[in-house]
Nanobody
Framework: QVQLVESGGGLVQAGGSLRLSCAAS????????MGWHRQAPGKQRELVAA???????TYADSGKGRFTISRDNAKNTVYLQMNSLKAEDTAVYYC??????????????WGQGTQVNVSS
């Protein structure tokens, strides 16, 4: 079993910053990509940013220049630094991990989500 636990969400004023964390634990042999997605009310879940084990990153246009994804491979943890937050960033943020267990089985696990509210 694998668990992804997110933290760091909350309420912030527009223009402020938040740092989300997501720690993966359990029967993990290796983690390839980790990412952050978000889902706003009435909208589909969308990719925010992703990072591979080698440090290659990709961002949605909405977060370029404002969000930074990083990871600590030793801790199986991914971070999302969000600056210059806007009201439209309000959403539930989910992390996910593309990983291999000790039997070389590949899984895509998701966290339970953390709420981010940006007041205008």
């Amino acid at each position: 079993q694998v668990q992804l636990v997110e933290s760091g969400g909350g309420l912030v004023q527009a223009g402020g910053s938040l740092r989300l964390s997501c720690a993966a634990s359990g029967s993990i042999f290796s983690i390839n990509a980790m990412g952050w997605h978000r889902q706003a009310p009435g909208k589909q879940r969308e990719l925010v940013a992703a990072i591979t084990s080698g440090g290659w990153t990709t961002y949605a246009d909405s977060g370029k220049g404002r969000f930074t994804i990083s990871r600590d491979n030793a801790k199986n943890t991914v971070y999302l630094q969000m600056n210059s937050l806007k009201a439209e960033d309000t959403a539930v943020y989910y992390c996910n991990a593309d990983l291999l267990d000790f039997y070389s089985r590949r899984y895509d696990y998701w966290g339970q989500g953390t709420q981010v509210n940006v007041s205008s």
